[in-house]
């Protein structure tokens, strides 16, 4: 029978891959919806429970905090990238991962059914933790999977964008699903669907082929990095970062717990402009400057130069830690030299503006002050979460046709000109929607959705400004996503994918107590205007790094790339 396959397959056309005849694609859209479930509960569908409850808005800002986990996943990623899962190694490097992982998040999900936000907001907070940073460490697997099993560089393409529709797949049944069911039944009970949804995912672990070439790195050049950095100069940058980890961390949570405990007297507005910028520089900051330290002035020491001894069982750690986050951050520094400025300011602020004000999505639409829209549950669902994430997936689809069409580069600089865009369509809304209705008026699907009431023409508006915004989103997630698959290194692809996904989703996530005192004195209007002028700054920026690249002769293109695995 063996043979006879192998026969027919030499003599017939391969088939092109699809999810129906290549198990890695069908695992990848199930791997995204198991990874954006988790994200979309706790990112959004808490916020309208708590809502529900009568939970205060000041008090969901501060819990959106409890996502903070997906901001500093690459911190605990070296540890995923070279060890194999505690009694799950059989499955393999990655899919020894994914199983566990996703068992535990099926068991937190129930916990939230379990409890009442009214009389057990603390211990929601502490599973929200928990879910948080379980559903980010999954993440890690999942981005180093994905761009293990890739094949080639449209391989790449299509897996990004398969894993972006199971993702947005995931905030539908998330979003929207929970949003209606809630209307029927107990939001206990639907929060325990879900988690029984999630429990379903679990087949995308089983289907997932391990790639070939899984922890390609376990076998990492640390005889290299003994010859290029001295010893000392190595463990003098892990104990500063270490020391700026441990207090970034502390003070998060020391933070975060007071303000559940005493709202009154913890003001999240002035600790984010105060102590954000110092968080963003102990973590993210000091790794890369201690990288080109190392680079610039700590070259090794002659042979059989002394260092400082430290216990064995301290160093171990500490060669570990660097071999794990310095030295891949010395092979982006060393690739991409300069340029790595410019490709990290487009990473810090090309999804700022839509990740800086997710949190405020349902005041926006649910709320009655500051320009909000003062819709139903009911029409946001069918708004936000309907029509919004089938339209995301349209513009998944968009992007992953307009990569191969136009370039990566080219389809980034122009994501970029939509996400900013978008904004002005909800800072038209907030003003009372006299553009919104100009273009329906243009279009006469004023007369169309009118007869039907004022209210129908109100649901239109709403409608239409999330369809063009999220066709946008879910364009520039592809687009970006490929960018960063670009930069990244097979040698050290779970720890530079998380690392480049945190530094994304970090200023904004910091910034969003900041951003809600922003709504309550200047209104939902100033805010839109506000981040469709940030919003130009990526374009900006994408554009200059589409004009360098292009200047590159063949031998820098070739430097900058990350090389492909040895066999």
Do not use: C
Request: aromatic share 10%.
């Amino acid at each position: 029978m063996t043979d006879i396959a192998a026969a027919d397959e030499s003599v017939t056309r391969p088939r092109k891959p699809s999810i129906f005849n290549d198990r890695r694609r069908l695992a990848m859209l199930m791997l995204g919806f198991a990874s954006g479930l988790p994200f979309t509960v706790v990112g959004g569908t808490l916020a309208a429970w708590f809502t529900a409850k009568g939970i205060s808005t000041a008090t969901i800002g501060i819990l959106s905090w409890s996502a903070l986990a997906y901001s500093f996943k690459f911190l605990w990623s070296p540890a995923l990238h070279r060890t194999a899962a505690p009694f799950f190694a059989r499955y393999g490097l990655r899919r020894g991962w994914f199983l566990p992982l996703q068992a535990i998040q099926v068991v937190l999900l129930f916990g939230f059914a379990t409890l009442d936000p009214t009389t057990n907001l603390l211990a929601i907070a502490g599973i929200a933790v928990l879910v948080s940073f379980i559903s980010a460490t999954f993440d890690i697997v999942l981005d180093a999977w994905r761009i293990e099993t890739a094949r080639d560089k449209d391989d790449v393409n299509a897996l990004s964008t398969l894993v972006q529709a199971g993702y947005r797949s995931a905030a539908f049944i998330g979003g929207a699903g929970a949003l209606i069911l809630s209307d029927h039944m107990s939001w206990n009970v639907v929060l325990a669907i879900l988690a029984l949804i999630m429990a379903l995912t679990i087949a995308g672990s089983l289907i997932a082929p391990e790639p070939k070439y899984a922890g390609v790195s376990a076998k990492a050049s640390n005889a290299d990095v003994e010859r290029r950095f001295d010893r000392d100069g190595r463990n003098i940058v892990v104990g500063l970062v270490a020391l700026g980890w441990l207090w970034a961390f502390w003070t998060l949570g020391s933070f975060m717990v007071d303000s559940l405990l005493h709202p009154e007297t913890s003001k999240a507005g002035p600790f984010t402009l105060t102590m954000g910028p110092l968080i963003v520089a102990a973590t993210v900051l000091a790794p890369a400057l201690g990288a080109v330290w190392l680079i610039w002035f700590r070259k090794a020491k002659a042979p059989n130069t002394p260092s400082r001894q430290l216990p064995a069982w301290l160093q171990g750690a500490s060669d570990g830690l660097f071999g794990s986050v310095i030295e891949p951050m010395i092979d982006l520094i060393e690739r991409l030299r300069w340029a790595a400025l410019l490709a990290l300011a487009i990473i810090l602020s090309y999804r700022f503006a839509d990740n800086i004000w997710g949190s405020f999505a349902y005041p926006f639409y649910m709320g009655a002050e500051s320009g909000a829209l003062g819709h139903t549950a009911t029409e946001v669902a069918f708004a936000s979460k309907m029509i919004g994430v089938v339209a995301i997936i349209a513009g998944i689809a968009g992007g992953g046709l307009l990569l191969k069409w136009m370039g990566r580069m080219p389809a980034l600089v122009v994501a970029a000109a939509l996400a900013a865009a978008t904004n002005l369509l909800f800072a038209d809304l907030a003003a009372g929607a006299p553009g919104m209705d100009a273009f329906l008026g243009l279009t006469r699907l004023d007369a169309l959705f009118g007869a039907f009431g004022e209210n129908q023409l109100r649901m239109t508006r709403l409608t239409v400004a999330i369809l063009g915004e999220n066709l946008a989103v879910g364009f520039a997630s592809v687009v970006y996503l490929a960018y960063l698959t670009s930069m990244v290194n097979p040698k050290y692809a779970a720890v530079q994918a998380a690392l480049l996904g945190s530094l994304t989703m970090l200023i904004g996530q910091l910034g969003r107590p900041w951003l809600g005192a922003l709504i309550e004195s200047d209104g939902f209007y100033y805010v839109f205007m506000l981040t469709a002028a940030i919003g130009l700054v990526p374009v900006a920026l994408s554009a200059l790094e589409w004009w360098r690249q292009s200047r590159l002769t063949n031998a820098q293109v070739t430097s900058e790339a990350p090389p492909a695995p040895a066999e």
